[in-house]
């Protein structure tokens, strides 16, 4: 079946703009959630989805990030005001519920601020 | 806090080599383990994973045990071909209260002809 995808593959900006980044969880999976993949940091946890729950939003670097989950199913990654240090791969995976252990991965957004 | 130690890379191998790549682990509780693998220009996939000690995840020809006396689940497979050249991830995760996965800083793996 088909796996997460994520939208845009690339995206450059200037810096001071806002970008959206969109993550489509496998299908029935009731859990997504977002990562940074950069050079100085590695995989970084940013925001879990579960559900109806209140997301887990403790690993968004700042308000600049947020995050929504419309209707159970696609989330968008929404920076505001991009900086430089915001230049990364952002991840998305999903899972099929709270005490599933897998996580499957999109093939990642690589997003480059000028 | 938990944490996951990776064997620092890169490491060069040549085909048909023995490898190991060390991870270790600190966490409160009994996480899962998981090695996931990026080969270049592609996403994360997961290679194996063990839900409990003693557990031996296995996959491509990849081994590897949950050690919990020593924190550890290594990475092993007995005769590297040239396309397992990728950078590898060690993870522990979810714990209790918090669903995310913890990652190693990664291992990059070259594999000569």
């Known amino acids: 079946g088909a796996g997460v995808s994520q939208s845009p593959s690339n995206k450059v900006t200037e810096k001071g703009k806002d970008v959206e980044l969109r993550c489509d969880p496998i299908?029935?999976?009731?859990?997504l959630y977002w990562y940074r993949q950069s050079l100085g940091q590695g995989l970084e946890f940013l925001i879990y989805?579960?559900?109806?729950?209140?997301?887990?939003k403790s690993g968004l670097p700042s308000d600049r990030f947020s995050a929504e989950r419309t209707g159970g199913s696609v989330s968008t990654l929404t920076i505001q005001r991009t900086q430089q240090e915001d230049s990364a791969v952002y991840l998305c995976?999903?899972?099929?519920?709270?005490?599933?252990?897998?996580?499957?991965f999109g093939p990642g957004t690589r997003l480059l601020v000028l | 806090g938990n944490s996951v130690t990776q064997m620092e890379g890169p490491v060069t191998l040549s085909e048909e080599a023995f490898l190991t790549i060390n991870c270790t682990y600190t966490?409160?509780?009994?996480?899962?383990l998981f090695w996931y693998v990026q080969y270049p220009g592609e996403g994360l996939q997961l290679l194996l994973k063990?839900?409990?000690?003693?557990d031996k995840g296995s996959n491509k020809g990849f081994e590897a045990t949950y050690r919990k006396e020593t924190t550890s689940f290594h990475l092993e497979k007995g005769s590297v071909q040239v396309s397992d050249s990728a950078v590898y991830f060690c993870?522990?995760?979810?714990?209790?209260?918090?669903?995310?996965?913890?990652f190693g800083q990664g291992t990059r793996l070259t594999i000569n002809p």
């Open positions: 989805f579960q559900g109806n729950s209140a997301p887990d």
């Open positions: 299908s029935g999976h009731t859990a």
């Open positions: 995976a999903s899972s099929l519920d709270r005490e599933a252990k897998t996580q499957y």
């Open positions: 063990a839900t409990k000690a003693d």
């Open positions: 993870a522990l995760g979810p714990l209790s209260g918090a669903q995310k996965l913890v």
């Open positions: 966490a409160t509780g009994y996480p899962s």
